[in-house]
């Protein structure tokens, strides 16, 4: 089971597991309440609902916690990155808000990174964290209308369209949540 | 007036504005209640408190919120950085979180900043914000006495010691806080 409500994350998470043939299921789905995230960390949250997930369905669960952090900004918005879209997701003034700072800041650094922190927690077992980063540079005003989040403002090193605009299999090839289920794929199956 | 209840933090601002001839009395002399910082920036966090001293006190109030940010935590503990050391304000533990974070991820980046944001807040004007950060790297154990919070863990760029080993003086002269009162200063007083 995903133990998240986030549909753009689901399905990623989905279309990374395809090829594994594992079914995935979200909590949504389920109709599971999502925990309050409380962390003040990626892996904290990601940990906090993997394990209520796990608890309350009784079997294997896997979260995932991820977030935008700019350089100039000290890593904000960072695990308030959802909360900085507010309840209706409202990525556009989030992306407007990161703008805004910046400027009040007068920064020149563009740096930022995408974080992904997967969680796998099982009932009785010790959770394991995985995580994956994305790095590159913020481009305003925001291109693309592909992916979800803060993707549109986000350009990844090495290329030079932003996710918004990237097609999707070559950013769930480069992306901070493909490093992370890597690592997963890695530690559950052994080295390649 | 000082919007603080941190001892440490109130005795550095009180030696930062002593050559200024500026008398400063802490929020927490005047018996003022700190308000929560729900902010998910040091700017924002300053703000809520000197707006909320300003308007409780009818008179200019000065904050300061501050904090340190690991690049390996994607800028943790950041504004939870009190936080992390509890209300008994443990920051043994707290450092000793950092190191087990670090450990738990493998980390070979130690770099780290701190990040001092000061707001400036009276009644009926715009709040202004002033930020200073210093650069470094962590180094475990802790070194040094002197200072307080994080202090025993950061080397700054360019220097051998610990902020908690290093003479006041030289601290007052290179860290965050001293980075942001400048600007502060600058600000107030016009360029030197």
Redesign the interface.
């Given at each position: 089971m995903i133990a998240s409500h986030n549909p753009g994350k689901v399905i990623e998470i989905k279309a990374l597991v395809n090829p594994f043939g594992i079914v995935v299921i979200s909590s949504g789905e389920l109709g599971l309440v999502e925990p309050e995230e409380t962390g003040?960390?990626?892996?904290e949250n990601a940990r906090i609902k993997a394990e209520a997930a796990a608890m309350v369905a009784d079997e294997p669960a896997l979260s995932d916690d991820s977030g935008l952090?700019v350089a100039a900004?000290?890593?904000?918005?960072?695990v308030?990155s959802a909360?900085?879209a507010g309840p209706n997701r409202d990525f556009r003034a989030a992306m407007a808000r990161i703008e805004a700072?910046l400027k009040?800041?007068g920064a020149q650094d563009a740096r930022a990174?995408f974080?992904c922190s997967l969680a796998l927690a099982a009932p009785g077992q010790q959770t394991e964290?995985f995580?994956g980063?994305a790095f590159g540079t913020l481009i305003f005003p925001p291109r693309g209308t592909r992916g979800f989040g803060y993707d549109p403002i986000f350009v990844p090193e090495n290329y030079r369209q932003t996710f918004g605009e990237m097609d999707p299999g070559l950013k769930h090839s480069i992306s901070h949540r493909a490093k992370a289920f890597a690592k997963l794929v890695q530690s559950a199956f052994g080295a390649p």
């Open positions: 003040s960390t990626f892996a952090c900004l000290d890593g904000a918005p960072g308030f909360r900085w700072e009040r800041n990174w974080v964290i995580e980063r």
